[in-house]
Nanobody, 121 residues
Framework: QVQLVESGGGLVQAGGSLRLSCAASGRTFVSYAMGWFRQAPGKEREFVGAISWSGGSTYYADSVKGRFTISRDNAKNTVYLQMNSLKPEDTAVYYC??????????????WGQGTQVTVSS
């Protein structure tokens, strides 16, 4: 079992930056790939990016590539999402998830409660 708690969301102006954190409980954190997803009002949850269990591999949605960076610290049971050059269309609730990796919601077994990110124009 893994429990996930996101933090770091907030209100930021377009062009600004935020760093989200996702703290995991449980000794098996290192066994999981970690993903970040987001969901805007009235839209489906969409993939943002993911990182392998070791941190050696990352991949991103085209919409955030070059602007967002995922990292993890297995010693701290934490995964991060650094978001730069934020745009109003990045406004959403951001979720971290633990699972087998990939860009599909169904590949992830454990989810956090989400943290709101709002980008003003």
């Amino acid at each position: 079992q893994v429990q996930l708690v996101e933090s770091g969301g907030g209100l930021v102006q377009a062009g600004g930056s935020l760093r989200l954190s996702c703290a995991a409980s449980g000794r098996t954190f290192v066994s999981y790939a970690m993903g970040w997803f987001r969901q805007a009002p009235g839209k489906e949850r969409e993939f943002v990016g993911a990182i392998s269990w070791s941190g050696g591999s990352t991949y991103y949605a085209d919409s955030v590539k070059g602007r967002f960076t995922i990292s993890r610290d297995n010693a701290k049971n934490t995964v991060y999402l650094q978001m730069n050059s934020l745009k109003p269309e990045d406004t959403a609730v951001y979720y971290c998830a633990a699972g087998t990796g990939g860009d599909r919601v169904t590949h992830y077994d454990y989810w956090g409660q989400g943290t709101q990110v709002t980008v003003s124009s």
